[in-house]
């Protein structure tokens, strides 16, 4: 089906270790977006792409690695992963005429 | 940098009410602003998009206005339903998307 998807749904996962987060969509949008929702910090943007082979660092970047060698993928990597990236995880595409953002369904991440 | 404000931050009105959903942004330099709903444990679904060129637009029994040059927004919703529980979140569109924290909105049967 048409649309972004998100893999894993669910990751826990412990401190330290390397965790990527894989986004898919299906629409060929050139921008693509990753952001984290947490309590009391709303939607924080950490990486965008605004085609293949070129990213950008948004509010939150620290600690987070992208790449993006496809257009249709967009994984994001904690190289390094902490507690404090304990979070949900957004992955977003954007129509390219009408800058409408839409998003996929989540990974929930836990770090312990 | 943007700053997206939404108030209330909660609300819960009886099933029938019409209501208003609140969104004021810092930075009036937008492309467009995006009216998000969040289900609990869920991802967003975009409900409306207006271009900084527009001043409203509608969608059923939803209509959303903008007004850039005083930096607000608003989501009407009219004759709601319990299932138009969700949290609202309005997005600004400039060099980048800032979202607001959202309304939490419960309609009670």
């Known amino acids: ?112 | 940098k943007q700053e997206v404000t939404q108030i209330p931050a909660a609300l819960s009105v009886p099933e029938g009410e019409n209501l208003v959903l609140n969104c004021s942004f810092t930075d009036s330099a937008i492309y467009n602003l995006q009216w998000f709903r969040q289900d609990p444990g869920k991802g967003l679904t975009s409900l409306l998009l207006i271009q900084s060129s527009q001043r409203e637009q509608t969608s059923g029994r939803l209509n959303a206005s903008l007004d850039k040059s005083s930096g607000r927004s608003t989501l009407y919703i009219a004759a709601s339903q319990p299932g138009d529980s969700a949290t609202y979140l309005c997005a600004v569109n400039g060099n980048q998307f800032y979202f607001g924290t959202g309304t939490s909105l419960t309609v009670i049967p």
């Not at chain 1, 085609?51 to 249709?72: C, F, H, L, W």
């Not at chain 1, 507690?83 to 990974?107: H, I, K, N």
């Open chain 1, 1 to 112: 089906d048409a649309g972004i998807t998100q893999s894993p749904r669910y990751k826990i996962t412990e401190t330290g270790r390397q965790v990527t987060l894989m986004c898919h969509q299906t629409w060929s949008h050139s921008y693509m977006f990753w952001y984290r929702q947490d309590l009391g910090h709303g939607l924080r943007l950490i990486y965008y792409s605004a085609a293949a082979d070129i990213t950008d660092k948004g509010e939150v970047p620290d600690g987070y690695v992208v790449s993006r060698s496809k257009t249709e993928n967009f994984p994001l990597t904690l190289e390094s992963a902490t507690r404090s990236q304990t979070s949900v995880y957004f992955c977003a595409s954007r129509r390219d005429r009408t800058l409408e953002q839409y998003f996929g369904p989540g990974t929930r991440l836990t770090v312990t």
